[in-house]
């Protein structure tokens, strides 16, 4: 155990001094150079969704990652799907919202955590936001589904009325980890007209894509609302649903963050395990893929 620990803490401080004696440096002479992308605001990709009826693919931290080569915890490595999202990435579609986390100018408005964690994320990474994202390309904001925790002033109250507006008298089905229970124990889909679900493996979606998307399309009617959060594969399926003609909307992390609007440091605990919640969740599934 202490031979562990001394590792950890070893690994910890060599790995601070590579970033501020070569990365931070280096890092910021090429992101100064750099001619960055545009992204909108929250307000101007929310109105696309709900006024245009746009589909969005998000991308964060994570589908960088694996759009490079790379894995993240509960996605593994996968040429394929890095070359889906570089593909998606470069798209033009005027119905498909492309969005990137707006973290590409002043960080001041995030709270201290994601203040500092894009800052340093930026200069670690700048080599890969070069090959991936154009300068000349103005791209919506992947944030709209981080509203709570990652800014300094919580913006649930101005974004929430803009995702009731969306499901308001929608029957909506969710595609979703089988983990996740988005709306589950709260009033986030209350609007809707109705709800069913489709449930993925919460790690390594990817591995199941086939299986997801034919099942989406053989169970999901065109004029229904499709809300996706599964990781990367989310940004692929919504831009596949979007192509053959849903409504469709990679909207990872906005229940959780919802939650945490609500109950602040406990939302973790919020979801509760009741018979009665996971009742509703039984009921509205219509399919579960096996993992």
Same mark, same amino acid.
């Given at each position: ?14 790995? &601070? ?40 693919? &998000?991308?964060? !931290?994570? %589908? ?18 890095? $070359? ?27 709270? !201290? ?36 925790? !990652?800014?300094? %002033? ?16 929608? /029957? /909506? ?21 109705? *709800? ?23 169970? *999901? ?18 831009? !596949? ?31 509760? &395990? ?7 969740? %039984?009921?509205?599934?219509?399919? $579960?893929?096996?993992?």
């Amino acid at each position: 155990m202490i031979i562990h620990n001394f590792k950890t803490v070893a690994h910890r401080i060599i790995g &601070r001094f590579i970033y501020h004696f070569w990365y931070a440096p280096v890092g910021y002479i090429l992101y100064s150079r750099w001619e960055k992308p545009e992204v909108e605001t929250l307000e101007e990709t929310m109105h696309k969704l709900v006024d245009e009826k746009a589909s969005i693919c &998000r991308y964060g !931290d994570g %589908e960088f990652c694996v759009a490079g080569g790379g894995g993240i915890c509960f996605q593994k490595s996968s040429a394929l799907l890095a $070359k889906r999202l570089n593909d998606i990435l470069r798209s033009d579609n005027d119905n498909i919202l492309i969005a990137i986390p707006d973290v590409f100018g002043d960080l001041s408005k995030f709270s !201290d955590f994601t203040n500092s964690y894009w800052a340093e994320y930026r200069y670690r990474n700048i080599k890969i936001l070069k090959s991936l994202l154009s300068s000349h390309r103005k791209y919506s904001n992947s944030f709209i589904t981080r509203f709570s925790t !990652d800014y300094r %002033e919580d913006r649930t109250n101005v974004l929430i009325p803009f995702y009731r507006q969306l499901f308001k008298d929608k /029957v /909506v089905y969710i595609v979703e980890g089988d983990k996740s229970r988005i709306g589950v124990g709260n009033d986030l889909l209350s609007g809707a007209a109705a *709800i069913y679900r489709i449930l993925a493996p919460a790690e390594n979606a990817f591995s199941y894509y086939d299986e997801i998307l034919q099942s989406c399309k053989s169970i *999901i009617p065109k004029n229904a609302l499709v809300v996706i959060a599964l990781g990367p594969t989310a940004t692929v399926l919504a831009y !596949d649903l979007a192509k053959i003609g849903y409504h469709a909307l990679d909207l990872g992390h906005f229940g959780e963050q919802y939650e945490c609007h609500i109950h602040g440091s406990d939302a973790n605990k919020s979801i509760s &395990r009741s018979t009665e919640n996971e009742a509703i969740l %039984e009921k509205q599934t219509l399919y $579960k893929i096996k993992d």
